[in-house]
C-alpha cells in the first residue's frame, strides 16, 4: 500500500524538465549509435530512420503518460509514478517485441523492405506510418494486458519503488529518468537496428549464394586441371632428362 505523497507524472515544471531532459539522453544515444556504426548510413537515410523512430517514440510516450493515468484512475492502489514505471517496463520490452513482430507482418503483407527509400519520399511517409501503426497496436494490446494483470503489476512496481515511497520527487526522478534513460536507451538501439536496411549482410549473403552456386563446377575445374598437371609433369620430366642425355 501507498501511504505519504502521492506521485503524479505531470507535476508542473519540474516534470516538464525532467521529460526534457529525456529526450535529450534518448537522441545523444541515437546520434552516438550513428556516430560508432561501420559502415556508416548516409546522413539522409539516418535522419529517415531515426525520424521514424522519433515519431514512435513521442506517441509511446504520450500513450504511455495516458495509460499510466487511466490504470491510476481505475485501480484503487498504486498512483501515476507506479503505473508510468510498468509502462516503461513493458514498452521497452515487451511491447518493442511485439512492435518488431507487427513490423515483420507488415513486411510480409505489403512486401517492402524498411529503410529503403529508393522509390522517394512516399516510400518514407508509408513505412513511418506503418511503424506508428505498430507501436499504437503494440500499446494498446499491453494495456489490456496491464489491466487484465493489475494485482501482479502493482505488486513488481511496489517492490521495485518501496525505498522511494516518502518523497514523491525522488521517485518521480528514479521513474521518469532513471529508469527511462537505461530502458530508451537500450530500446532505442534494438529498434534502430530493426528500422534501418541492412545493405551489406544482403550482398554478402548474395555473393555467398554466388560461391555456393557456382562452387561446384569451380571446384571440377580444379580437379580436373590437378589431375592433367599430375598425368603431364612427369612426362615433362622424362622428355627433359632424354634431352639432357
Same mark, same amino acid.
Given at each position: ?5 502521492? $506521485?503524479?507524472? @505531470?507535476? !508542473? ?12 539522453? &534518448? ?13 556508416? #548510413?548516409?546522413? #539522409? ?11 514512435? +517514440? ?8 495516458? !495509460?499510466?493515468?487511466f490504470l491510476a484512475?481505475?485501480?484503487?492502489? !498504486?498512483?501515476? $509514478?507506479? /503505473?508510468? /514505471? ?8 515487451? !511491447?518493442?517485441?511485439? +512492435? ?21 519520399? #512516399? ?5 513511418? &506510418? ?6 499504437? &497496436?503494440?500499446? +494498446? ?28 520527487? @525522488?521517485?518521480l526522478v528514479f ?6 534513460? +537505461?530502458?530508451?536507451?537500450? %530500446?532505442? @538501439?534494438?529498434?534502430? %537496428? ?42 615433362? #620430366? ?8
Amino acid at each position: 500500500m501507498y501511504t505519504s505523497e502521492t $506521485c503524479t507524472i @505531470l507535476p !508542473g515544471v519540474f516534470g516538464v524538465v525532467v521529460q526534457c531532459l529525456l529526450v535529450v539522453v &534518448c537522441l545523444v544515444a541515437l546520434v552516438s549509435k550513428y556516430a560508432l556504426e561501420h559502415p556508416r #548510413r548516409e546522413l #539522409r537515410i539516418f535522419l529517415f530512420d531515426s525520424s521514424k523512430q522519433i515519431y514512435g +517514440a513521442a506517441i509511446a510516450h504520450i500513450l504511455n503518460m495516458l !495509460g499510466a493515468t487511466f490504470l491510476a484512475q481505475l485501480q484503487s492502489d !498504486g498512483d501515476e $509514478c507506479h /503505473w508510468y /514505471w510498468v509502462q516503461i517496463m513493458t514498452d521497452t520490452t515487451f !511491447g518493442t517485441l511485439t +512492435a518488431y513482430s507487427m513490423l515483420q507482418l507488415s513486411i510480409h503483407l505489403f512486401q517492402y523492405e524498411s529503410g529503403d527509400y529508393s522509390k522517394g519520399i #512516399r516510400s518514407y511517409w508509408t513505412q513511418a &506510418c506503418i511503424w506508428i501503426w505498430c507501436v499504437c &497496436c503494440a500499446k +494498446a494490446l499491453w494495456i489490456m494486458i496491464q489491466w487484465a494483470t493489475a494485482s501482479y503489476m502493482l505488486m513488481a512496481a511496489n517492490f521495485v519503488l518501496q525505498p522511494f515511497v516518502d518523497n514523491a520527487h @525522488l521517485m518521480l526522478v528514479f521513474v521518469m529518468i532513471f529508469t527511462p534513460t +537505461a530502458m530508451n536507451v537500450f %530500446q532505442i @538501439l534494438v529498434t534502430d %537496428q530493426f528500422l534501418k536496411k541492412h545493405v551489406l549482410q544482403k550482398k554478402e549473403s548474395h555473393q555467398y549464394a554466388q560461391v555456393s552456386l557456382e562452387s561446384p563446377t569451380n571446384l571440377t575445374t580444379k580437379i580436373g586441371q590437378s589431375v592433367q598437371s599430375l598425368v603431364i609433369s612427369p612426362t615433362k #620430366r622424362k622428355g627433359g632428362s632424354t634431352e639432357l642425355d
